[in-house]
């Protein structure tokens, strides 16, 4: 998933339906991802903790309960309030001196240009 906080990909913990796994390449997206989803957390005993975990396909992840992923996504899909995606994560991204934001913006516009040519099986 991507949104203005940062590149996120999610699996459940095998061990605990209730869990997930919020992980990502940079450690500051999930740093985002737990000042924004912490708050919304509520009464729930949920201590989060960025774990660095060089050696697997995603360097940084977060265990959560899967009602605070879900609050979070609910509390994004809420705030929306920009028109045009990328602009909203350039000018917040540059704002906040956020790391790696020239890269960014370029994986936002490949991907872009990548879905752009999909209904015409053009990739």
């Not at 991802?33 to 975990?53: I, K, L, M």
């Not at 929306?80 to 991204?93: E, I, P, Q, T, V």
């Not at 960014?104 to 099986?121: F, G, I, Q, T, V």
Request: glycine content about 4%; overall charge negative; aromatic content about 14%.
């Amino acid at each position: 998933m991507v949104n203005e906080d940062g590149f996120f990909s999610t699996v459940q913990d095998r061990k605990d339906s209730g869990w997930v796994y919020v992980r990502g390449r940079s450690e500051t997206d999930l740093e985002e991802f737990v000042a924004v989803a912490q708050p919304a957390a509520g009464e729930t005993s949920w201590e989060p903790e960025v774990v660095n975990t060089p050696s697997r396909d995603y360097a940084w992840r977060v265990h959560t309960p899967r009602e605070v992923w879900a609050n979070y996504l609910v509390a994004k899909a809420n705030d929306l309030g920009y028109g045009n995606f990328k602009s909203h994560c350039a000018d917040r991204w540059i704002a906040e001196d956020r790391d790696y934001t020239r890269e960014r913006l370029e994986l936002l516009h490949d991907a872009w240009m990548l879905l752009n040519h999909w209904p015409d099986y053009h990739l």
